[in-house]
């Protein structure tokens, strides 16, 4: 394996540390990695409890997780989702995807949750067609900041959420998404919960917002 990218290093380590098909084992090795060798863009261990905290309450069946990175949240979930849940989680960087596809593999997770390649504008008016998505129960949102708002506008759009469909955005105080806040916030359709944290793996300040969708009005 190649070891000339930091996911790859991160990979590695997970492959050597952690237990085959054990999504915990695998989750706090990757924390253990990014907190004593080298940062990466996890959603973290402290943002990681609110994070399964909203599943938890949620229970989901279909999900969607926007931004794969490395496969660390979409393991985190699916080792809280109940049998027959299916995740489908969209990353554009194919490195990234690969890496992710492999820690899945190794997780043991790779019958619950499906990596899907490419960019989100194009992946999320496929989902219903392609995948047989009716509605999302669950929305993780952890991609290009700039894509929040207008993805959340193209799920509305294609009518992918439902009464109680649950969103959940992290980053939105650093490095910050105010026009995606601004549109959950004042729109009109969601109700609206800010669980203050950290940034990943930093003592920086950080939020992860909950927008729990109300119905199209």
Excluded at 12 to 40: M, Q
């Amino acid at each position: 394996m190649e070891n000339n990218l930091k996911e790859h290093r991160m990979l590695k380590f997970a492959l050597e540390t952690a237990v085959c098909g054990d999504p915990e084992s695998v989750v706090d090795n990757i924390d253990n990695y990014c907190r004593h060798k080298e940062w990466a863009m996890n959603v973290g261990d402290e943002k990681g409890l609110i994070l399964d905290k909203v599943v938890k309450e949620t229970d989901p069946s279909v999900i969607l997780e926007l931004g794969t990175y490395c496969g660390y949240s979409a393991i985190r979930i699916a080792r809280l989702l109940k049998p027959g849940a299916r995740l489908f989680t969209v990353e554009l960087n194919p490195v990234h995807a690969a890496v992710a596809k492999q820690m899945i593999e190794f997780a043991g997770v790779q019958d619950t949750v499906l990596v899907l390649e490419g960019s989100t504008a194009n992946i999320i008016p496929q989902l219903r067609q392609k995948y047989n998505v009716d509605a999302l129960d669950f929305v993780f949102l952890d991609h290009a900041k700039d894509r929040y708002r207008p993805d959340t506008i193209l799920l509305e759009e294609c009518r992918l959420l439902k009464e109680g469909s649950v969103l959940l955005a992290d980053n939105v105080v650093y490095p910050g998404i105010p026009d995606f806040l601004e549109h959950v916030r004042t729109c009109g359709r969601y109700n609206c919960t800010n669980y203050p944290s950290h940034a990943q793996y930093m003592n920086v300040d950080d939020a992860l917002e909950k927008a729990v969708f109300r119905g199209y009005l």
